[in-house]
Antibody
Framework: QVQLVQSGAEVKKPGASVKVSCKASGYTFTSYGISWVRQAPGQGLEWMGWISAYNGNTNYAQKLQGRVTMTTDTSTSTAYMELRSLRSDDTAVYYC??????????????WGQGTLVTVSS | EIVLTQSPATLSLSPGERATLSCRASQSVSSYLAWYQQKPGQAPRLLIYDASNRATGIPARFSGSGSGTDFTLTISSLEPEDFAVYYCQQRSNWRGTFGGGTKVEIK
């Protein structure tokens, strides 16, 4: 069965960086893209960006351009999201999510369990 | 950036009633729209994609319609497990954005 298992909760100081991992299993990793979506406490969902697990191409949300980097390691079927220059409003649960189909990107049928990132001095 | 506006913010209904949720896009997204359900402490669950296609395992009481800028999610008869927050999401221009959500609560 398809599973996306994310790394554990993080507490960071303002200005620091965080790197969250998402380990995939149960399918051919390089056949599907992965997006990252975050959700601030009590708020809605925010799409952060997408990465092709096939060739590493990325597409980031405009508001995060320059602060976010998404990568994959095909040898371990793991996707990573790094966010730099953290601010208090980056406090959120961060989800990785798999594309619905190999040819249908940016709809998400499998999600990780979420990683809480807290930014606090 | 395409903005999605969902209405109403909260819908108070009883089990067995029909729920109609709206999502309006700031510009046309063709049929590139999905709906998700999220319960507290859980990741979202895909219900509908391409405006009207039910995802695998989604009950037939969930249906989606619309194209262009106006979309609707209908739950024909609410079951107790359907009380949750619902989000629409578009994927036009190779970027995804979500609406602000509609909470369906028990009246």
């Amino acid at each position: 069965q398809v599973q996306l298992v994310q790394s554990g909760a993080e507490v960071k100081k303002p200005g620091a960086s965080v790197k969250v991992s998402c380990k995939a299993s149960g399918y051919t990793f390089t056949s599907y893209g992965i997006s990252w979506v975050r959700q601030a406490p009590g708020q809605g969902l925010e799409w952060m960006g997408w990465i092709s697990a096939y060739n590493g191409n990325t597409n980031y949300a405009q508001k995060l351009q320059g602060r976010v980097t998404m990568t994959t390691d095909t040898s371990t079927s793991t996707a990573y999201m790094e966010l730099r220059s953290l601010r208090s409003d980056d406090t959120a649960v961060y989800y990785c999510a798999r594309d619905l189909d190999t040819a249908m990107v940016l709809y998400f049928d499998y999600w990780g369990q979420g990683t809480l990132v807290t930014v606090s001095s | 950036e395409i903005v999605l506006t969902q209405s109403p913010a909260t819908l108070s209904l009883s089990p067995g009633e029909r729920a109609t949720l709206s999502c309006r896009a700031s510009q046309s997204v063709s049929s590139y729209l999905a709906w998700y359900q999220q319960k507290p402490g859980q990741a979202p669950r895909l219900l509908i994609y391409d405006a009207s296609n039910r995802a695998t395992g989604i009950p037939a009481r969930f249906s989606g319609s619309g194209s262009g800028t106006d979309f609707t999610l209908t739950i024909s008869s609410l079951e107790p497990e359907d009380f949750a927050v619902y989000y629409c999401q578009q994927r036009s221009n190779w970027r995804g954005t979500f609406g602000g959500g509609t909470k369906v609560e028990i009246k």
